[in-house]
Structure formats: structure tokens, C-alpha cells
């Protein structure tokens, strides 16, 4: 596994994913019963009388956290632990429990044979069906109404993750279809990939909702709005299966790392994400913006996006050419 879970988890949503992943494991080895400190037990009911926004109250990562219900969580036959914090009411899985957990209950791709371009398309459109009404993200309150999916090759090698759709893409049902999605159309022509060779999707699938009056104004998804459509990331990454993954900007980054990120500090390696090589790189809309700053500080951020490319080329076996090796380099 990759360095992708380096922080405690405080928020409740991707705790108590593990949480279920766990349990599933439990059940699917035979056990019917697992142990919870009284204290834990008491944690989980005041996360599941959690309304949602209330996440964002937990205990910043860098405090050092309140003990954990114990110092000396229960460890199972498998080594898994979760242990719950009844004061910041989220479960607090540290590198050292996390890391049996994820080995043993957050597994890579499933081990299933591929399957048929036909069976993926209609997988797909299942999972599109089901995320389209999908109750976590619902509940929330904060999202709108229209589902949007995904677009692309559903046998493509390579996956790009954005944060969420804005107006135009709420209004075409279809991911970067505004300015920024015509930025990264150019980006993967000069990878020499089309649009339609590539699977394109978003962290979120409904556009964040602002006020009544939205009329054409995004925001990025909340963590909670993320964690909301995960588990259809999760099945789209097991159906397509492709060999990498692009997550653009800091957003879809952390939606799918869970984890803070900043894309300075995580761009130019390959990370992990479900056994998938990631990469992050910067999202098509922040070089735009950078082009306010004038040609030579937007190129040298274009730059940098294009060596994150470079190495994603390499990584899918696509050519590269002297020429693409000089794209964004400044004039000598
Ligand atoms: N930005 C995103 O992250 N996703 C889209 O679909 C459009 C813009």
C-alpha cells in the first residue's frame, strides 16, 4: 500500500465505512459477534444521532486527539481494531490499527475475471441508476437534485476523477463538459488520447447546491458530499478497472484518499487508491485561473501538470516524444 493513510480519521463517514468493511469481513469468516467497549458502543449511538455538517466539529488532526476510548483497543484474531471516541463522537483509526484493517478489509479490486465491454456498460448503468437516487447523499440535503455520472470507455485504462459537476455539466448530464473539460480535452490530445478513450467521473455525482438563486455558481464538494457517493466510485473502479487513475485537484484527491491533501505535496508520485496507481495533479480549472497571473506563472503550473502526465503517459505505455517531452518548458 501507498503512504495514502498517514492521518487519523476523524471524520465519521469513512470511519464507520471501515467499520462495515470489517464487519463484513467478521461475518464472511464465520463470527456472528464482535467486541465494542461500552465507551464505543456509546460513540457509535451519538454518531448515528449525528445530523449531517455536524463532521465538521471534530477535533482538528493536528491537536493531539483526546485518548481513545482505550489506550489498549480491543485487537481481534485478525489484528483489526476500531476504536471509537466518544468525545469528538468519531471513530479514531491511527496508521498503526488502520494499516491491519485496510490489509485485511479494504482490499484492492476484487478478484473477479473482467468482465465483457457489454457487461460493463450495463453494470455501469445499473450503478448509475442506483447512485441517482442514492440515500446518503440525499440526506445530506445539500446537493442537488440531477445525477451526474460518468462519461467514457468503460473499458479505458485510464480513469480521471474530477471533484463534482458544475452548471454546465448539470445541465449536459455529462462530467467537464465547461471550460475546464475543454482544457482537458486538449490536455489528453497532446497525450495523444481522445476524450472517448479515457473514463471520466467525478468524487461527487450531484453539483453542490448554494442557495436558492444558484443560478450559475459552483462550489467544491464537502467531505460528507464526497463520502456520500464513495461506495459508486469504489463499484465504477471495480467495473472499469483501469490501470491508472488521474484525480484532478486537491478535492477529488482527497475524496478519494480521504485524507487532507494539497495537490504541491502529493502531485508527481504514484499514490494508491484501491490498488490502482493514482496520480494527483492539478485540476484544469486552477490553471485557468493561474492564467490571471499572466503567461509565465500559468505555464509554469501547466508544466508541472504536464509532467504528472508525462508520467502517466510512461505509466500507460503510451509514446513519448521529444516534443512532448518540451511542452511548457520556458523559451531559452
Ligand atoms: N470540475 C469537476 O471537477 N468536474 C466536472 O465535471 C466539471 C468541473
Same mark, same amino acid.
Given at each position: 500500500? =501507498? ?15 471501515? /467499520? $462495515?468493511?470489517? #464487519? ?10 464482535? +467486541?465494542?467497549?461500552?465507551? $464505543? ?8 444521532r449525528?445530523?449531517?455538517?455536524r ?11 483526546a ?30 490499527? &488502520? ?19 457489454e457487461?460493463?456498460m450495463? !453494470? #455501469?448503468?445499473?450503478? $448509475? ?7 446518503a $447523499?440525499?440526506? /445530506?440535503?445539500? &446537493?442537488r ?5 460518468s ?13 463534482? *459537476? ?6 449536459m448530464?455529462?462530467? +467537464? ?6 482544457? #482537458?480535452?486538449?490536455? /489528453?490530445k !497532446?497525450m495523444?488520447?481522445?476524450?472517448s ?10 453539483? *453542490?447546491?448554494?442557495? !436558492? ?9 464537502? /467531505?460528507p458530499e464526497?463520502?456520500?457517493?464513495l461506495?459508486y ?5 471495480a467495473?472499469?478497472r483501469? @490501470? ?5 485537484? !486537491? ?8 485524507r487532507?491533501?494539497?495537490?504541491? =505535496?502529493?502531485?508527481?508520485?504514484? &499514490?494508491?487508491?484501491r ?14 485561473? @493561474?492564467?490571471?497571473?499572466? *503567461?509565465?506563472?500559468?505555464?509554469a503550473e ?8 508525462l508520467?502517466?503517459?510512461e505509466?500507460?505505455?503510451l509514446p513519448?516524444?521529444?516534443k512532448h517531452?518540451?511542452? +511548457?518548458?520556458?523559451?531559452?
Amino acid at each position: 500500500m =501507498s503512504d495514502a493513510i498517514s492521518e487519523p480519521i476523524l471524520h465519521p463517514l469513512p470511519a464507520l465505512q471501515v /467499520l $462495515a468493511e470489517y #464487519l463484513e469481513v467478521q461475518a464472511r469468516s464465520g463470527k456472528s459477534r464482535v +467486541f465494542m467497549r461500552p465507551e $464505543a458502543r456509546e460513540a457509535l449511538r451519538e454518531i448515528c444521532r449525528m445530523k449531517p455538517g455536524r463532521a465538521h466539529r471534530a477535533a482538528p488532526a493536528s491537536k493531539p486527539h483526546a485518548s481513545p476510548v482505550s489506550s489498549t483497543p480491543p485487537a481481534t484474531e485478525q489484528g483489526a481494531v476500531v476504536s471509537l471516541d466518544a468525545k469528538s463522537a468519531s471513530v479514531v483509526v491511527t496508521r498503526s490499527v &488502520l494499516a491491519p484493517v485496510r490489509s485485511v478489509s479494504v482490499p484492492t479490486l476484487p478478484q473477479t475475471p473482467p468482465l465483457s465491454r457489454e457487461e460493463r456498460m450495463a !453494470a #455501469l448503468d445499473a450503478l $448509475a441508476k442506483r447512485a441517482a437516487d442514492s440515500p446518503a $447523499a440525499k440526506a /445530506l440535503g445539500t &446537493l442537488r437534485e440531477r445525477m451526474v455520472f460518468s462519461t467514457g470507455d468503460p473499458e479505458a485504462g485510464l480513469m480521471l476523477v474530477g471533484e463534482a *459537476p458544475g452548471a454546465q455539466e448539470e445541465q449536459m448530464g455529462e462530467p +467537464f463538459v465547461g471550460p475546464a473539460g475543454q482544457l #482537458l480535452d486538449r490536455i /489528453l490530445k !497532446a497525450m495523444g488520447l481522445e476524450r472517448s478513450a479515457v473514463y471520466i467521473s467525478n468524487v461527487c455525482k450531484f453539483r *453542490p447546491s448554494t442557495s !436558492a438563486d444558484q443560478g450559475t455558481k459552483n462550489r467544491k464538494p464537502t /467531505l460528507p458530499e464526497m463520502l456520500s457517493c464513495l461506495e459508486y466510485v469504489h463499484e465504477e473502479l471495480a467495473i472499469v478497472r483501469p @490501470r491508472a487513475i488521474v484525480a484532478l485537484g !486537491a478535492t477529488a484527491a482527497e475524496g478519494l484518499l480521504q485524507r487532507p491533501v494539497t495537490v504541491g =505535496s502529493v502531485r508527481g508520485r504514484w &499514490l494508491d487508491c484501491r490498488g490502482v496507481p493514482l496520480m494527483v495533479t492539478y485540476h484544469p480549472s486552477y490553471l485557468l485561473h @493561474r492564467e490571471a497571473d499572466g *503567461p509565465v506563472a500559468a505555464q509554469a503550473e501547466k508544466r508541472k501538470c504536464w509532467e504528472d502526465m508525462l508520467k502517466v503517459m510512461e505509466q500507460m505505455g503510451l509514446p513519448v516524444s521529444a516534443k512532448h517531452q518540451a511542452y +511548457f518548458l520556458p523559451k531559452s
